[in-house]
């Protein structure tokens, strides 16, 4: 086949295969909307400054690797193990597109649907204390980040708030779920009307809260494959913690030490990531809860051990297969405890 016949078929994978490229959305209202619960100059410099450079970064974070190609939700998922610039500007351009879907002045607003209502009621009393601890939420959080409502992997509705640009979808979340309201608490939503009265722009924002869409965003979470997957990647910290365990402990067995010397650490950071993941709802009770916190306590014992220097080799690796045999125990402990 000549060569140029081959350029349609080039152009055609060039175009399958083509790069994700982020770009900024339009806000749904003009600037001056939000007045005066938001001034204008607030919103554009928060828009066209702010949220544009989260989608520059989060472009160039990405250039010419895999995670061209990567959905929105995976690169948040895995957050942990990607770069502060992938997550902070994933994280970023994510949270902007949801304040901006869940703003509108109050003539634009639609009303909340009965299905959240009654969530709401069911498990907050009402939708006045729901604020409140979204309030309290967004107040208490030190420095810089998000306060949630959030749909967890359960259907049922969180309130907590996360640091920075971090959200609920990521890894880095103690708790995980689909965030379906969120406030942005960094000064730059508020310093120039509010300054830092960060409780007084709490009391203004609630102003402009669209609860017709968070009610449709609430119908499509609890139907979203993705609380799904939230709910295996937290299960799969047991999984993770067993490789590094499995790794150190049977080299061990045979008096292989140096796996466990030198990846000590390492274990000892999954058994909190393990420790800090929500189990599935279907394991997630106190029993599992207990092992999971003495399991921690454990390889951080065990991690201590390893570093601390010894002249009997020997009688050191002695201890530190007593210590990990126990760790294996009360490993064998959790997953006997999950599959009861
Ligand atoms: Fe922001």
Not at 64 to 71: D, L, Q, V
Request: with cysteine; aromatic share 10%.
């Amino acid at each position: 086949m000549k060569k140029h016949l081959l350029l349609p078929f080039v152009a055609l994978y060039s175009f399958l295969s083509i790069a994700q490229v982020y770009t900024l959305p339009n806000l749904p209202f003009a600037f001056d909307a939000y007045e005066p619960y938001v001034d204008a100059q607030t919103m554009e410099i928060h828009h066209g400054k702010h949220h544009a450079a989260y989608v520059n970064n989060l472009n160039k974070a990405i250039a010419g690797t895999s995670m061209e190609t990567t959905s929105m939700n995976n690169l948040l998922m895995y957050a942990s193990f990607r770069s502060a610039a992938v997550r902070n500007n994933a994280g970023g351009h994510y949270n902007h597109n949801l304040f901006w879907d869940i703003l509108a002045p109050k003539a634009a607003q639609k009303p909340i649907s009965d299905a959240l209502q009654t969530a709401i009621i069911n498990q907050f009393k009402s939708v006045d204390s729901l604020q409140k601890l979204i309030n309290n939420a967004a107040s208490t959080r030190f420095g810089s980040g998000w306060a949630w409502l959030v749909v967890t992997p359960e259907g049922k509705l969180a309130v907590y708030s996360t640091a920075n640009q971090d959200n609920p979808i990521m890894d880095v979340s103690k708790e995980r779920g689909i965030p379906i309201l969120g406030i942005d608490v960094w000064e730059h939503a508020y310093y120039l009307k509010y300054q830092n009265k960060r409780g007084d722009y709490l009391g203004g924002i609630w102003n402009l809260i669209n609860w017709g869409v968070v009610s449709d965003k609430y119908a499509s979470a609890v139907t979203d494959p993705l609380l799904k997957e939230l709910e295996k990647d937290n299960w799969l910290a047991l999984k993770d913690f067993h490789k590094v365990m499995a790794q150190t402990f049977h080299p061990a067995e045979e008096n292989n030490f140096e796996p466990l010397l030198t990846r000590s650490g390492e274990l000892y950071a999954k058994a909190i990531l393990l420790k800090n993941a929500t189990p599935p709802a279907s394991v997630n009770n106190p029993k599992v809860q207990d092992a999971l916190n003495r399991l921690e306590k454990q390889c951080l014992l065990i991690h201590q051990l390893a570093q601390k220097p010894s002249k009997n080799q020997a009688a050191k690796n002695e201890q530190l297969f007593e210590q990990i045999t126990k760790a294996h125990d009360i490993f064998h402990e959790v997953e006997g405890l999950c599959h009861d």
